[in-house]
């Protein structure tokens, strides 16, 4: 069989990015030949060293080579030694938005082995999806400062919610929730206060219900959700959210499903324009960067969404498979290295 | 000893709040007069029933009523039979505003006896002090809708955040903080992307740790912090946060520290200028009302809040230890009233 091939653009990024990076493509090539594709990297030199060196965070070029792509993995980004925000928006939050990156995929599921902090849960009580949007709502940057550094400054920040972005994003969190079994969909937002933006979410969550009969609505306070993430979690099958909710609750939800260390995402744009983006939810963590102690299993299981976006379905699941069994027998080993948990999934990929 | 008269306004309000009411009312009663203070209650009919009722709800003259009093019990706001946020803004969010109630404080705290969710989390970990904003950020209202209820309509909301307001809760919190045994205080905002709004926070953060140079200031991104409640709440002592941010992270403290049944809270204008107003956090909750299963001690611990507010510090740490020993004792306890827990703590503050 002829394989696919693939460009797939890497850009590790600061901290422990390039880390668990190496450890994601390590797991890559090794499923690589059975699944159907090939892949050809190219590696990106972005974040907090080439700031210092170029002041240089995305360039106008680097940004087009990116669209000629057909995937990216990114590690992670920020530094402290950068102003806050500065990569984070100029970089991250800049290919999100140019690339069109309006579905934010966040998979919040409790594995069998992992260690969550909450008493009385079983993987079966934590199995959900977050929807996060992705490109707009309080992200935007619309806002502004006056009299900047007086006693009579004033900071605005805008949230901007069109019809064409929310309604996109609700269509893709139903077509998610039709293709579950427990076919529920919760729209969380903060109704009672944001009444504008809001307004607009449940005008298409309305909407849209009528398109899938199937599915169950279902309505919650971004207040209350995180409360019931901690002692009512099975309320959640799929969830849809605005930009700034979703960054919050997936946080919130990776702590519950066992850590930062274990959660997985896609910047997705569904439509095919440009390439998707996968990268683990977790920071550039630099406390502990260069030092082979950050978990590779968030980035491997970014890798996992990346394979399901290119279609590569059955491989995607080996790959989680073996991230399953690893995890199963972590609680009787001691600390591994970053890559040594990569080397132990790749070899299970492989075997 | 001749007792200090105070006005106290009771806003009973919709569902379960005439039942929490009633037994914070009881036990204040009860400790009243030996806290030199003799009450002197007006009673608001305000929330849904009047709604439907006559259309209002707060009317101008029943608001300058309210500037009259020393200060305000309110249960709880909201019922599904009125449109989402007609009650909560006409009514709770326009007392926060027009009673200029900038600090609306939220003791997040572990007591012995009450069941986290957590594992692994003893009550010396979970003990602080979120110190929302009240009076300005993403609740002003600010905002619109363009072309509504077309494919082009345009949602905003707007966050607005002035010096006057900024300094003013920055400036309380390094209070708390200062008063407290860690003297550590912590701004949460998400200064990476909402760089305007948490610009004017960190700036005054910085400016006032100048003159509280005992209190050791942080920084916690929102998202983190959430994750933080989970896994590591020791890292908290004082909170300081914007309105939404404030309100999302105090409920998730409300399910950490033993369920929103036992979360107080105090919305207050420091300067006295008009009365301030205890609260439960939880809201009406319609499906239990009526049916005495609601847990008053929320709004027995807003009764505390309210003591300490008015100076009476050794009654408020009477109720305080009441509430203490009740909770210690219900895991052997069968299913209590609302009217009984109320009881079985007046009982307690009287003997
Ligand atoms: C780094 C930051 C800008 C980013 C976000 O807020 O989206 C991160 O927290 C995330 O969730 O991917
Ligand atoms: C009812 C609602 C408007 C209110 C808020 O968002 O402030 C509530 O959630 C709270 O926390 O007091």
Request: glycine share 10%; hydrophobic share 40%; net charge negative.
């Amino acid at each position: 069989m002829a394989s696919r091939n693939i460009r797939l653009a890497v850009i590790p990024g600061d901290g422990i990015g390039p880390e668990v990076v190496a450890e994601g493509l390590k797991v890559l090539e090794a499923v690589a030949p059975a699944s159907g594709l090939a892949f050809e990297q190219t590696t990106y030199d972005l974040g907090a060293a080439r700031w210092h060196r170029t002041g240089e965070v995305l360039p106008d070029s680097v940004l087009d080579e990116l669209r000629g792509q057909d995937a990216i993995l990114l590690g992670a980004i920020g530094d402290p030694s950068v102003p806050s925000g500065t990569l984070e928006r100029g970089l991250l939050l800049r290919t999100r938005f140019e690339l069109d990156h309006y579905v934010n995929l966040r998979p919040v599921k409790l594995l069998p082995g992992a260690a969550t902090p909450l008493a009385n849960v079983a993987p079966e009580d934590i199995d959900m999806v977050v929807v996060r949007e992705g490109t707009e709502g309080p992200y935007t940057g619309v806002g502004g400062v006056l009299r900047k550094g007086t006693e009579h400054e004033v900071a605005t920040q805008e949230s901007v919610n069109t019809a064409h972005g929310v309604e996109r994003i609700i269509r893709y969190a139903f077509e998610q929730a039709a293709a579950r079994p427990r076919r529920k969909l919760t729209l969380v937002h903060k109704d009672n206060v944001l009444t504008f933006a809001a307004g607009l979410y449940q005008r298409y969550l309305r909407q849209l219900a009528a398109e899938f009969p199937q599915v169950e609505t279902d309505y919650c306070h971004v207040d209350a959700a995180t409360m019931f993430f901690v002692n009512q979690p099975r309320r959640f099958d799929v969830i849809v959210t605005d930009n700034l909710f979703g960054d919050i609750i997936t946080d919130l939800g990776a702590a519950v499903a066992g850590g930062i260390g274990l959660a997985a995402s896609g910047n997705i744009n569904p439509t095919g324009a440009a390439p998707s983006m996968f990268e683990p939810v977790h920071g550039s963590a630099p406390d502990i960067a260069g030092q082979g102690k950050a978990d590779p299993t968030a980035t491997i299981l970014s890798v996992v969404m990346l394979l399901d976006h290119l279609g590569a379905a059955e491989t995607a699941r080996r790959v989680e498979q073996a991230v399953a069994d690893d995890l199963l027998e972590r609680p009787g080993l001691g600390a591994r290295s970053t890559s040594q948990i990569g080397d132990a999934i790749a070899k299970r990929v492989s075997g």
